[in-house]
Nanobody
Framework: QVQLVESGGGLVQAGGSLRLSCAAS????????MAWFRQAPGKEREVVAA???????YYADSVKGRFTISRDTTKNVLNLQMSSLKPEDTAVYFC????????????????????WGQGTQVTVSS
């Protein structure tokens, strides 16, 4: 079993930066593929970025060049550095994890992940 707790959300002006963190407890470590998803009001939950057990990273087109996903396996922490934020980035951001081996395209699918955090709100004002 894995528990995920997100932190670092808040209110920021457009063009600003935020760093989200996800603390993982339980049977975690680098053996888990992990990802960040987000869900805006009235919209489906969508993938933001994912990272494999070997450190390969994947990004949604909407955040490429602005967001960076990383993990600290010694501390069991997943991070998402967000810069050049836009009002359309406003959403609840969720951390997700899976112990399963994934094909490349699977990293960007919500159904690939079994474990989820409760989410942290990110609001970008214009």
């Amino acid at each position: 079993q894995v528990q995920l707790v997100e932190s670092g959300g808040g209110l920021v002006q457009a063009g600003g930066s935020l760093r989200l963190s996800c603390a993982a407890s339980g049977r975690t470590g680098s053996r888990y593929a992990m990802a960040w998803f987000r869900q805006a009001p009235g919209k489906e939950r969508e993938v933001v970025a994912a990272i494999s057990t070997s450190g390969s990273t994947y990004y949604a087109d909407s955040v490429k060049g602005r967001f960076t996903i990383s993990r600290d396996t010694t501390k069991n922490v997943l991070n998402l550095q967000m810069s050049s934020l836009k009002p359309e980035d406003t959403a609840v951001y969720f951390c997700a994890a899976t112990p399963r081996r994934l094909w490349t395209l699977d990293y960007m699918l919500r159904l690939s992940y079994e474990y989820w955090g409760q989410g942290t709100q990110v609001t970008v004002s214009s």
